[in-house]
């Protein structure tokens, strides 16, 4: 019976309910999560996919935005919970065939520097852009991700009052193809913008209102970090924080169905087991839209239009390919390090296209259900900073590659059969660039295909990786659609939380701050 009864039951482990429920646990709140794997931290997961003591980050693989981030202040994440990050001097490299490359650093000089080699021109803009918007990002835009979306519009309202912000509203409303081409002339510049909007950004180049990915890219404040010992540390940051402020995680608890009173008010819910558990206050779900509303609450709960609107949500188009190597070296661009010892330094560098339209045919390809052979392949290195993401001496690297969830003629869990071939396709291609990937330095490689994925997390459905699409019809005060866009959801007590609200970001555990606010105040708390 200890089990039986809590003030309010979140269900997933991810960020986001670690978050609430760390606040809801400061307001004295008694909290449970359920969790139907037997590891927490939804994407902030780090496992050992090709040998033990080889950590290999699935899916989110680094933080940012965490200094300006009012969450890891306000629950002590990083001062009271032992978080460690190191920070690559260079966020992003593009490998051109002819042994020439073109680098995102850290610092903004040596970012025009590393342009300036293609168009002194871009490097010039590349400059001007960042001084005219970046303030503007760290005064509204990274404060909006922490408001709900309509307190945002009034901020959105006053960033068009500034100097530059009419400007940046309206390079914000364009796609990032037609952003790049406004901006800069060279196509290696373009490319290296580009390349960083499927992965790690989520939206395609002809995504309207995905310009803003462009801007924040280049202007933005974001300070990516590795956390050491992989993104599951993170999560055990996050758990820490959330067990000290008193809640309970229930790992392998399968919660079947949300149980809602005669009166339309969710009040508890039904494992996969039969068992039920009260919830005297409310219940939050970290599941995808569909699976909490129309699997767990069910159709009959909720207004037939409603219900329409949900199975309406558009889902990413594009999922992921993943090749994850055991090492007994850290990869290395010979020929492209000698020409830019930045390539050395990358967080990731990014193979594969040269120019715009190399691109643009890879979201051909994808959306025709086939697997690109224009392909954008977002490699890693991780032990190249962090040694304990391998044991000693050894090392991990990983390739990340947009895909089509479901390949034309073929059944989704046809991949299973196909894995093996992309992934010698993926090696193949990552060779041509990393000179010393060879058969002697691979110890072990692991495919995983966008069926596994959306397997092992539920909430990714049809491998969804943002759940819901990041276009201009499901963002803000529409995300992923307007009933339930403040968190709130019609099944009073019931709220919603995740990648598919707002703000859609990456690491920062936005939408878990967002709801606390608004379950603050329906709660008297």
């Known amino acids: 019976m200890v089990d039986s009864e809590w003030d309010v039951i979140l269900i997933g482990a991810g960020q986001n ?91 903004i000089e040596q970012t025009v520097a590393s342009i300036k080699r293609f168009s002194t021109k871009d490097g010039e803009a590349w400059r001007n852009l960042h001084q005219r918007f970046h303030q503007l990002i760290c005064d509204y835009l990274i404060p909006y991700y922490y408001e709900l979306p309509e307190p945002g519009a009034a901020i959105l309202q006053k960033l068009a009052n500034e100097p530059d912000g009419q400007e940046f509203r309206r390079l914000w409303r364009m796609t990032p193809r037609q952003v790049v081409d406004e901006l800069f002339e060279s196509d290696a510049v373009k490319t290296l913008v580009l390349s960083q909007m499927a992965i790690p950004r989520g939206v395609g180049v002809d995504y309207g209102g995905g310009g803003v990915e462009v801007l924040k890219l280049i202007a933005g404040d974001e300070k990516p970090e590795l ?65 909490t509303l129309v699997e767990m ?37 010979a020929i492209h390090e000698a020409n830019n010892p930045a390539v050395g330094q990358a967080m990731n560098v990014n193979i594969g296209p040269e120019t715009p339209a190399d691109l643009e045919a890879m979201w051909q390809e994808i959306r025709a259900g086939e697997f690109p052979t224009h392909g954008c392949l977002h490699a890693i290195c991780p032990t190249a900073f962090d040694p304990l993401q391998a044991p000693a001496g050894k090392h991990a690297g990983s390739a990340y590659l947009p895909v089509p969830f479901q390949l034309k003629g073929k059944q989704p869990e046809d991949w299973v059969k196909l894995k093996s071939s992309f992934l010698d396709t993926v090696v193949k291609t990552w060779r041509r660039f990393a000179t010393n990937l060879t058969d002697e330095n691979i110890i072990m490689k692991v495919a995983m295909e966008p069926h596994y994925m959306a397997g092992r997390w539920p909430n990714m459905r049809r491998g969804s ?27 009073q007590g019931l709220y919603q939380v995740g990648v598919a609200m707002h703000p859609a970001d990456a690491v920062i555990a936005g939408s878990g701050h967002n709801c606390w606010k608004v379950m603050k105040q329906d709660l008297n708390l």
């Open 17 to 107: 309910n670690f978050a609430l429920g760390t606040y809801l646990g400061m307001a004295g709140l008694k909290t449970v999560i359920c969790e139907s794997r037997l590891e927490n931290g939804g994407r902030l997961a780090s496992e050992e996919i090709t040998r033990p003591g080889y950590w290999h980050n699935t899916l989110a693989y680094f933080q940012d935005n965490r200094e300006l981030s009012p969450v890891w202040k306000e629950l002590k994440w990083a001062d009271g919970h032992h978080a460690e990050f190191v920070s690559p001097p260079v966020i992003s490299a593009l490998l051109l065939p002819d042994g020439q490359s073109i680098a995102h650093h850290q610092a």
């Open 227 to 291: 956390a050491r010992g992989g993104s599951h540390s993170i999560a055990q940051v996050l758990q820490r924080a959330y067990v000290h402020n008193g809640g309970q995680i229930r790992a392998v608890h399968h919660v079947d169905k949300i149980v809602v009173n005669d009166e339309g008010r969710a009040v508890g819910v039904r494992l996969r087991d039969g068992r039920e558990w009260q919830a005297r206050l409310a219940v939050v779900s970290n599941g995808d839209p569909y699976a």
């Open 297 to 333: 609450v069910g159709e009959d709960y909720l207004p037939r239009t409603f219900v329409e609107r949900v199975k309406d949500i558009q889902l990413d188009e594009f999922s992921y390919f993943q090749v994850h190597l055991a090492l007994r070296a850290p990869v290395r661009y």
């Open 465 to 491: 990786v943002w759940v819901a699409r990041k276009i201009a019809t499901q963002m803000g005060g529409q995300r992923p659609i307007e009933q339930i866009s403040d968190y709130r959801t019609p099944i």
